[in-house]
């Protein structure tokens, strides 16, 4: 069994950071944005499931009318959110990816090069430019080393997998690695010119002219 799970925050708590360029209904119809263009790349990947994970109905509609799996979030938390997908997984070869839903500029062959990475035991982890957060986190089994997100989380995942053994791959692929927190990162994909869902709503949004004024 091979998935890839995709934990998505309710939209009223989504993306604060960008409070002020945003309203909260802007940020909620963004991460519904990147939320599409992250399935656009994880429905491509023949051999694996596509579960979104969420208390968010509005995500979990996407989900369904893309063609994978809604899993209703039962906990309050990302790491519990992925504890659901762990636990609804069975077998010692069985791989578990987990793919954060604010990847704009995620692909195909991006996520390919790095679920190709996961044939075998271990850990693959993909880190974030900004934090040092993860932003890919592939196991194999799901539960080889505990998951951890947020700051920092990929030397936790890294060191974790070194004390018990497991191995661990490190990729750096940059349509992975930046991830949309920040107004600055939201400047970074209104200039874009990949032709994604998340830089037609900035564009719908005008947001180029509203960091100008913010800055």
Known sequence: MRVIAVPVKPL????????????????????????????????????????VVSRSEAALEVAVRRGARPINESGRSLLQAIGQAELAMRG??????VVLADLPFLTT??????????NGTGVVAVPAESDGGTNLLIRRPPTTIPARFGRSSFARH???????????RTLRVSE???????????AT????????????????????????VVA
């Not at 991460?31 to 694996?48: I, K």
């Not at 010692?92 to 990816?97: D, H, N, Q």
């Not at 992975?176 to 939201?186: K, Q």
């Open 92 to 97: 010692r070869w069985s791989s578990l990816a």
């Open 158 to 168: 890294r060191a974790e997998a070194y004390r018990r053994g497991v191995t661990f």
């Open 189 to 212: 994909v209104a200039a874009s010119s990949r032709p994604t869902r998340t830089s037609e709503v900035c564009l719908e949004l005008g947001v180029a002219g509203r960091l100008g």
């Open 176 to 186: 992975i690695g930046f991830d949309l927190d920040r107004p600055s990162d939201l």
């Open 109 to 118: 062959e991006a996520l390919s090069r790095a679920l190709s990475e996961a």
């Open 12 to 51: 009223e708590e989504a993306k604060r950071r960008l409070s002020r360029v945003l309203s909260a209904k802007e940020r909620a119809v963004l991460s519904l944005a990147m939320l599409e263009d992250v399935l656009d790349a994880c429905l491509r990947q023949e051999g694996w499931d596509v579960w």
